[in-house]
């Protein structure tokens, strides 16, 4: 017999499109964000339009939570989608903050 609570809904059939267009929008705006905020840090762009970096991110974030809604997650999933979003919108300052302290710490050395 199965635990009624391990069972999870089936996905609807017209659901399906929504979930396949919400992932593929979070690769999409999240590719975004981090294009863009590379552009701004290697002063391609204003400092300005960081704004807009951050837009894609929330963009990003809705998506993940259309698509694990749509999936009925479970809890667990449901936090593993929150990590994801926090890590992809904190990856990109660990990456330039660990760049620029290797520039500095190399910087005028012969």
């Not at 809904?9 to 979070?26: G, Q, R, T």
């Amino acid at each position: 017999m199965l635990n009624p609570a391990i069972i999870r809904p089936e996905i609807a059939l017209n659901d399906f499109l929504p979930i396949f267009v919400s992932s593929s929008l979070v690769l999409v705006f999240g590719g975004i964000y981090v294009g863009i905020y590379t552009a701004v840090k290697v002063k391609y762009l204003k400092p300005w339009v960081m704004v807009i970096a951050y837009a894609f991110w929330t963009l990003t974030s809705y998506c993940l939570y259309v698509m694990g809604s749509l999936m009925h997650v479970g809890s667990f999933t449901a936090k593993a989608l929150v990590v994801a979003a926090i890590g992809l919108f904190l990856l990109p300052f660990a990456v330039y903050y660990m760049e620029d302290n290797v520039h500095k710490s190399n910087e005028h050395k012969t």
